[in-house]
């Protein structure tokens, strides 16, 4: 009897007594007479397995053994019988023979519970009558829980199944604390017979009972177990299989706290590794803290050289060498091809044999380290099945593996359960595997410095060189060197030491270190980076290398997004691109608009993956190329377009390409408005100026009235287009919705009032003058208006309500605004001009000198001889009478049209023009402005010859800036100041302006 039999036995009895015929029962019957096999295996395997010839083979059979192979080891164990008789051999094959029947062809329990009960209880009665040399043998359970000296201290288990104290010594047996053993007295043997039951039979607890299993990890010595009385199959390690495999094993090493680590290379040497920042403090908290219960998986990335396979098999040795066991198995496994030697300064080609280059092999070698022999399995569900302990999986160089094979990896590790499993992924890209993102960045300036100083000062450099070293590496200017040449890399700064020892300064290393790196490491560190990149993120990654200038690495995303030629649909598209290639730090956002590349290195890669990309249906490069020399300066896109539009027309091209540049940037929703307007405005006078056609430049205008709807510059140069093509209704229309607050989307600020009351002012003034004309003929410009016909009272009427009701208003609000835009204060003040000369009709006196006092006094020199002039005519009605006398004008001609309403517009300014009659006033056009913003292009109504006016010959005040007085399509009045073969140089200076203007 033995302690483990007694409680079986008892357990039976209560059960027979009790009736119970369940499943139970017969349950605890078959568990009694396996627990025979495995009481008799422990016996044998403690005392004869070291000297058997088979040894080797038992423990093969023992990872997995069945009933008969048990039976085989102990008849091959005990081939003597000295501990299991003949007979008692015999009832064990019958009873193995009897479970294979009732177990292997599908009979339930309780279908021959009667049968079973009574053929178990039979074998089990032989069995104790035929073996009475062992088991039916008083046999003590000891399990030593101290040890000092050779003292021994514990528990022991008595076969009637009480539990005492024990003592003993190791001089009788070589005890391990936690381990069980079992004795009997031998006829005539004084000292206790002691065997090892471990690993076949543990005690837990003391009433917690396991028997031998399996071999669940022969490396790290995991069994197995079956708890009597209950359902659990728990596991336990023991060194027992452990010892034995640990030592042939070819595949592993076995760390001090049993951590079981696949062999393989160091990419760096571990005695002289430096911790970068806080990234391996992340990655610790990741597999160890408790927050990494919820996640599988961590993404080191980063570019190449920045420390991330470094940090994890640093972290590999410090796990195998706690004195916490954190993991069971620990596998590292790498797809690397190639690395860089910094002793060599050269890229090395990693061999096939030691990479891990598909899903199958990866799962293959860890099946290999699992079970650590040669046989490549592929079982995936062995690995996620995986439920005692931890495994921690580094997958290194995540993105070199093809599409399918990340696919596959990616469903592998979203099937593992993060109680057991860890993985960490390091990679360059950021197509990576969900779960933690951990960043390894470059190192700034002064880490690049502190970096370096720790390696000085983990090496074996003397304390006084050291000093010197930091005292040189004080100067800003080698630090900035320093972060150049290394790239802010780990792997170049350990270089960098390398070849310090050669040259003795830094100043010296600097200057003897590679200034740049060689294509080939470029290549090493960037030249992949297309690669890794999905779809759409290598096609933005090209087209961004093709546009960014070298000297800045800045471009404009719009710009980017316009080469790619990608439709507006594909918005979310091309922003997941940006992101992706922000991610992986090969660009920085600046802002919503710009990004810049991250160095000139990566540059050099972009620009070569767009030189080596071949054409294809959804890349033309020919296409895309084009765009990019269409808006290839450093302005923003619309600005590009705009200039290209413009290059068109002063190339002169063809009018379908000058059109369609121009429209190209109307067309496009996502331009600022300020931009289409400009492309508006620009190819409205290609049409009124280069191909003389206003009348189509009205048209264009009118086809965006919705695009540009409230937008007031629109309004202004559309109400003067159909102000030229004869439309002076609808261009007052339009200026007084616009101040009744009709057209624009916002409140009209003071100075945009002041600007439209200015041109509606101007705009009226024609229009009474037109109608004064047409009803009363031009001899009706020389009567008082209280002399007028009662049919041409109506017109009186309306100048007076409108000087009341626009004109003194505008006069108020003019004297109490500070103008900021010089444009709209001149349009304001011709409206002042032209409110004076409607006063100067009606012969309000008082009204002109005030308002040409005002002018005179704090308006620029250039409007004063202007004012002067009106102020004149109100004293005196000479020389008003004299330009408008009756012989000047023709009975028959035509005062509606344009060129009569000129000839009116020259009487009047000869009329008023202080200037010498022999000096001859001509009338032109100004049709364009250059881009030094001195000079104007005019176009003369009398003369074929290319006329300019210079900023200086406008006005005798000091102007800065041209775009004040003059704007495309303004009419003047110059003279010729000088004629060459070039053309004309011309002036407006002391030239009264139209007052119909």
């Not at 294979?100 to 178990?120: C, N, Q, S, V």
């Not at 691109?577 to 608009?593: M, P, T, V, Y």
């Not at 109307?666 to 049409?687: G, V, W």
Request: aromatic fraction near 10%; glycine fraction near 4%; charged fraction near 30%.
């Amino acid at each position: 009897m033995n302690f483990i039999l007694n409680k079986i036995n008892t357990e039976i009895q209560n059960q027979e007594f009790l009736n119970n015929e369940s499943s139970d029962l017969k349950e605890n019957y078959r568990v009694r007479c396996e627990y025979l096999f495995i009481l008799m295996l422990s016996y044998l395997v403690d005392k004869k397995l070291s000297h058997s010839s088979i040894k080797e083979e038992i423990l093969k059979i023992l990872i997995k053994p069945t009933l008969g192979s048990i039976l085989y080891i102990i008849e091959k164990l005990d081939n003597e019988n000295t501990i299991v008789s003949k007979n008692a051999i015999e009832l064990l094959r019958k009873y193995n023979a009897f479970r294979i029947d009732t177990t292997g062809h599908g009979f339930t329990y309780d279908d021959f519970l009667d049968e079973y009960i009574a053929e178990l209880n039979t074998i089990y009665a032989e069995f104790l009558n035929a073996n009475p040399n062992f088991t039916n043998s008083d046999i003590y359970f000891v399990c030593p829980l101290r040890i000092e000296g050779n003292s021994v201290k514990g528990k022991k288990y008595e076969p009637n199944g009480t539990i005492s104290l024990w003592s003993g010594d190791l001089r009788s047996y070589d005890f391990e604390v936690g381990e069980v053993y079992g004795y009997y007295l031998k006829a005539g043997q004084l000292n206790p017979d002691f065997f090892r039951l471990t690993p076949f039979i543990h005690i837990e607890n003391d009433s917690d009972i396991y028997l031998f299993k399996c071999v669940e990890q022969k490396l790290t010595g995991a069994i197995r177990y079956n708890q009597i009385f209950k359902t659990n199959k728990p596991i336990k390690e023991w060194p027992f299989f452990s010892n034995y495999y640990q030592a042939k094993s070819k595949k592993v090493s076995i760390s001090k706290n049993n951590t079981i680590v696949n062999i393989f290379t160091p990419n760096y040497n571990q005695h002289t590794y430096i911790e970068l920042g806080e990234n391996k403090n992340k990655v610790y908290e990741f597999l160890t803290g408790t927050p990494s219960k919820s996640s599988v998986c961590a993404n080191l990335w980063g570019h190449g050289g920045v420390g991330k396979t470094a940090t994890i098999q640093n972290i590999i040795e410090e796990l195998k060498n706690s004195d916490t066991k954190h993991f069971n198995f620990i596998i590292f496994l790498t797809n690397k091809d190639r690395f860089y030697n910094v002793y060599k300064d050269k890229i090395e080609t990693i061999g096939d044999d030691e990479r891990i280059k598909s899903f199958e092999e990866l799962v293959k070698e860890i099946n290999i380290v699992l079970n650590d022999n040669d046989s490549a399995e592929f079982n995936e569900n062995k690995i996620i099945d995986f439920d005692y302990g931890k495994m921690l999986i580094i997958i290194d160089d995540f993105e070199t593996f093809g599409s399918e094979d990340k696919l596959k990896i990616n469903d592998f590790i979203n099937n593992l359960d993060p109680h057991h499993h860890k993985v960490i992924i390091t990679t360059r890209s950021t197509v990576r595997v969900g779960g933690a993102d951990i960043s390894f960045n470059e190192l700034n300036e002064q880490e690049t410095v502190n970096f370096l100083k720790k390696i000085f000062a983990s090496s074996s450099t003397p304390s006084n060189k050291i000093t010197e070293i930091e005292k040189e590496l004080n100067d800003p200017e080698l630090k900035r060197k320093l972060k150049i040449i290394t790239l802010g890399r780990p792997l170049r700064i350990l270089q960098f030491e390398f070849i310090f020892n050669s040259f003795g300064t830094i100043h010296k290393t600097i200057e003897h270190f590679i200034k740049s790196p060689s294509d080939e490491l470029n290549d090493f560190f960037y030249g992949r980076f297309y690669d890794y990149l999905n779809k759409d993120a290598q096609e933005v990654y090209l087209v961004m290398g093709k546009m960014t200038f070298d000297e800045d690495l800045i471009s404009t995303i719009s710009k980017v997004k316009y080469s790619l030629i990608w439709p507006e649909k594909n918005e979310d598209r091309f922003n997941k691109a940006i992101q992706e290639l922000e991610k992986l730090r090969i660009i920085e956002l600046l802002d919503g608009e710009r990004f810049k590349v991250w160095d000139k290195d990566i540059l050099k890669g972009m620009i070569t993956s767009f030189t080596d990309k071949k054409d294809t249906k959804d890349f033309n490069k020919g296409n895309i190329n084009q765009r990019i020399e269409q808006i290839s300066g450093k302005e923003n896109l619309y600005d590009s377009l705009l200039n290209a539009a413009r290059t068109n027309k002063v190339l002169e091209r063809s009018e379908a390409e000058i059109k369609s540049g121009f429209r190209q940037i109307l067309n496009k929703e996502d331009s600022p408005i300020e931009t289409r307007y400009q492309a508006l405005f620009e190819l409205a006078n290609y049409y009124r100026i280069n191909l003389g056609s206003p009348n189509t430049a009205y048209e264009e205008y009118q086809s965006y009235e919705q695009t540009f709807k409230g937008y007031l510059p629109y309004i202004k140069t559309y109400s003067l287009f159909c102000y030229e093509n004869d439309m002076i209704h609808k261009s007052i229309d339009m200026i007084e919705q616009v101040l009744n607050k009709k057209l624009s989307h916002t409140p009209l600020k003071m100075e945009d009032e002041l600007d439209f009351m200015g041109l509606l002012i101007t705009r009226k003034k024609k229009q009474l003058v037109d109608q004064i004309i047409g009803q009363g003929g031009a001899r009706a410009l020389t009567k008082s208006f209280e002399l007028l016909s009662d049919s041409q009272k109506d017109i009186k009427q309306r100048v007076i309500s409108f000087i009341e009701k626009t004109g003194l208003p505008l006069f108020e609000k003019f004297q109490k605004h500070n103008f900021i835009d010089k444009g709209k204060k001149t349009n304001g003040a011709t409206g002042l001009r032209h409110l004076a000369d409607l006063a100067l009709l009606m012969k309000k006196n008082d009204l002109v000198e005030e308002i040409c006092n005002y002018s005179i006094t704090n308006l620029d020199d250039h409007w004063k001889n202007q004012f002067k002039q009106i102020l004149n005519q109100s004293k005196s009605n000479t020389s008003f009478k004299k330009a408008y006398s009756p012989q000047k004008f023709s009975p028959n001609l035509d005062l509606k049209s344009i060129d009569s309403l000129n000839k009116v517009k020259e009487s009047l300014v000869k009329a008023a023009s202080p200037i010498n009659n022999k000096t001859e006033i001509l009338r032109g056009e100004v049709t364009g402005i250059h881009k030094n913003l001195k000079t104007a292009f005019v176009t003369l109504e009398s003369r074929q010859k290319k006329a300019v006016i210079h900023i200086d010959a406008i006005s005798d005040e000091i102007i800065s800036d041209i775009n004040q007085f003059l704007y495309i399509g303004k009419k003047i009045n110059v003279k010729v100041l000088r004629e060459e073969k070039k053309g004309l140089t011309l002036s407006m200076k002391g030239i009264c302006q139209d007052v119909l203007n």
